[in-house]
């Protein structure tokens, strides 16, 4: 059933459809308004036999996942920004122990300086830890994106943490017409979970157990293998989703004439929408561009990347956090995954904390980097003239 | 399989593995535990080689309670809840400082779980280094008794008021000294729905200094000199205490511990122990100990 929601709501409804065992809550903005569209759920009965609490703080939200999950529970939290870097040693824990927690993260900067509004510096803070990342465009993608994590999260060959990141406020306080999804389609796609092992006074099983040098490594080896298996499960999981719902949204990473473009274009999350539009005005214009959108981003799709961008001369990424003392994480895995091949190569990292992104911005850089007007390398979008005082 | 053991690699005398053994036999095993990094961790839970004949989990240092509040959960919304309860074996690091919020979240929300907190009174794991529960005067490697220190100066963190201010029915202290009377208030915890915290006295054979025979004459001691009153508390309430017959001077459990060795020739030594026999004092007034 279509129907204008915020994205908010659109993850909230989707939860539910899951049914969740636990739910653990925190508020931050701009995701506060997920857990008090479940809370309301939950005050109303609409959550089954769903424990929902409200937790002490973001460590305590999934130290209380760890155990329900760790206990056989399907588990679900959202977070962002400090209260995902406050979740960190707990989610790189459950990453560690193979617990199948699903969180969105509704991306937002890191202080300092305190801000609320959206980029991405959060969820890349957690690139090593042995989540599955994904970024969604769209509130329509975001809503789908819950069932699909919880599917693959909980698949036997992966049992890892999911987190699904949604620009802040841009995605998750937006109105957006979204096809609603029914109990009857979840039900059809997402099974209860049922752990391969899990805490039971039946079987006694010690989770978490300390490994000494003899054997730490091999469980860092079944992580790292896990994670690739999740590139296989993830697709086959996005074919089982079009079937049943007629949306596909197109693997790892999008392509749009790439076979064919000069320059390509790469970008993630809800910028995506405008950078396709004005690829898509320059192509009417006659210019090779194209667009790669990056939809994984832990397991990394180096094999979608690397064919993408086979082809191109120049390729320009658009960032939205910075790996200071480098780049923007993004160009540098690009860049990883396409090892061998020489492309003149460009960063840009725009909207940090929220900073708007116009159109003509966006026009503006690619244009330029198409005409060959800009110098390789890392460079930040619009910043207006300051003073940095150094002493 | 025993609930706890063979094969853990405790010292000989260790505190803490006398009261897990107990906790989980007062329980019969019919527990999940959630256990935080420490010494009891470290020693019972290496891959292949546990020790651990119940459901056993840990995560990390300062989480145990949280992680115990979710499993509650999910054997609540799995309906699993007659398969046993949950209990936190957690240090007194892990406890008194970097895992209180935690704790005092699990312990706000009244979850139904025991929360044991093993108190050898120094973070122990890493060698004894001070913590919230270290009494006064005690040597550790992060407050060490030097020309001008004397040990820890600050108190022991009154970490029982702050159970009891969560305002959950059952809170209790403990001592490995008295086996019948540990399992006696851990089946008791056990029957009353809600969170629970007992802390139990567990010597540390390395970090106190002492001989793996003295653990417990040193338990038994504290509780004899006041300085670590056995007390039960229900909603609120304190119901039951252990008198002492012929209360103890102080100084007869600080000799036998290397940890307190230096208050008996620092310059601020005797000081020390005047602050920890008014500390016994006063506890032995507060809870009218003596009999
Ligand atoms: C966040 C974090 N900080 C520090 C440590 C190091 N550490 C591990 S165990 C421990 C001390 C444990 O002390 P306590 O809780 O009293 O337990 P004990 O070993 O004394 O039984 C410390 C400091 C850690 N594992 N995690
Ligand atoms: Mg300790």
Known sequence: ?391 | MSFFGPGHGACPGCGLTIATRNVLEALEGKCFVSNSTGCLEIVSSQYERSAWGVPYIHSLFENAAAVAAGIELALKALKRTDEGKVVVFAGDGATADIGIGPLSGMLDRNHDVIYICLDNEAYQNTGNQQSGLTPTGSNTTTMPAGELMPGKTGRKKDMISIAVGHGIPYVATATVAFYADLRRKVKKAAEIEGAKYIQIHTPCVTGWGIDGKQTLESARLAFETALYPIIEYENGELTKVRKIKDRKPVEEYLRIQRRFRHLFKHPKGQEIIRILQKIADDNAAKFNLDV
Not at chain 1, 4 to 25: D, E, M, Q, T, W
Not at chain 1, 189 to 218: D, I, Q
Not at chain 1, 238 to 256: F, L, P, Q, S
């Open chain 1, 1 to 391: 059933m279509k129907k204008v929601v915020r994205g908010f709501y659109s993850i909230a409804h989707s939860v539910k459809l899951c049914k969740p065992n636990v739910i653990a809550a925190y508020p931050i903005t701009p995701q506060t308004e997920i857990v008090e569209n479940l809370a309301k759920m939950y005050s109303n009965g609409e959550l089954g036999d769903c424990e929902y609490v409200t937790a002490e703080s973001e460590f305590g939200a999934a130290s209380i996942l760890v155990g329900a999950s760790a206990a056989g529970a399907r588990t679900f939290t959202a977070t962002c920004s400090q209260g995902l870097v406050l979740m960190s040693e707990v989610l790189l824990n459950a990453a560690g122990m193979r617990l199948p927690i699903v969180i969105v993260n509704t991306n937002r900067a890191l202080s300092a300086p305190l801000s609320i509004w959206n980029d991405h510096q959060d969820s890349m803070l957690l690139r090593d830890g042995g989540l599955i990342q994904i970024h969604v465009e769209t509130n329509q993608e975001a809503h789908d994106m819950v069932p699909l994590a919880f599917k693959v999260a909980e698949n036997p060959r992966v049992m890892l943490p999911f987190m699904v990141n949604m620009d802040g406020f841009k995605l998750t306080h937006a109105y957006e017409p979204v096809d609603l999804l029914d109990q009857e389609i979840v039900d059809s796609f997402l099974p209860p979970y049922e752990p391969p092992v899990y805490m039971t006074t039946k079987n006694p099983l010690t989770f978490g157990s300390y490994a000494p040098p003899h054997c730490y490594a091999e469980f860092r080896v079944t992580l790292q293998n896990a994670m690739m298996r999740a590139l296989d499960e993830i697709e086959k999981a996005y074919k089982d989703w079009a079937e049943i719902t007629g949306r596909y949204w197109g693997g790892h990473a999008v392509g749009e004439y790439t076979d064919d473009a000069e320059l390509v274009v790469v970008s993630m999350g809800s910028l995506t929408g405008m950078v396709r539009d004005v690829v898509n005005e320059m192509r009417r214009e006659g210019k090779k561009v194209g667009l790669l959108k990056l939809r994984t981003f832990r397991p990394f799709p180096v094999k979608e990347v690397r064919n993408a961008l086979k082809n191109a001369n120049k390729i320009l990424v658009f960032e939205r956090a910075v790996s200071f003392g480098y780049e923007g994480p993004v160009g540098i895995e690009v860049k990883s995954a396409i090892f061998g091949f020489t492309p003149e190569f460009y960063s840009f990292a725009v909207g940090l904390g929220g900073r708007d992104v116009p159109r003509e911005e966006i026009v503006k850089i690619i244009g330029d980097v198409y005409e060959g007007k800009v110098e390789q390398g890392f460079h930040f979008g619009t910043i207006k003239e300051f003073e940095e005082v150094v002493v």
